[in-house]
């Protein structure tokens, strides 16, 4: 018995730890082996203004194991020299699992 709750508690373990490998985008189109798409964040498209700076920040991950790069909103808007954010975008790039790319992109003043 002491075996069969061990057993239950790896198992458990290990696929919560290959749900945190896995990165979820807000909006996740269907993917396949090679994926490769941007979408907005934004949800309201009658209102949306493009400023005209444009930032860009992205993380990269290898086997969902490793992970480096800064995609946070504030590193895109930083490297923008944007203060005020109108509109967001993200790119999400997959290659057979294997490599991961995420690019968020910033508009604004």
Known sequence: MKIWLHSIFIFILLI?????GSYRAPVM???AYLSNFQAPVDVNFNDTVIGPNVGESGTTAILG???F?????YA???QGNITRIDHIEYAYTNILGIVTFYKTKVYGE
């Open 76 to 78: 895109a808007a930083r």
């Open 65 to 67: 194991l490793f992970s």
């Open 29 to 31: 189109p269907p993917t």
């Open 69 to 73: 790069g800064d995609a946070s909103v």
């Open 16 to 20: 919560t730890l290959v749900g945190c």
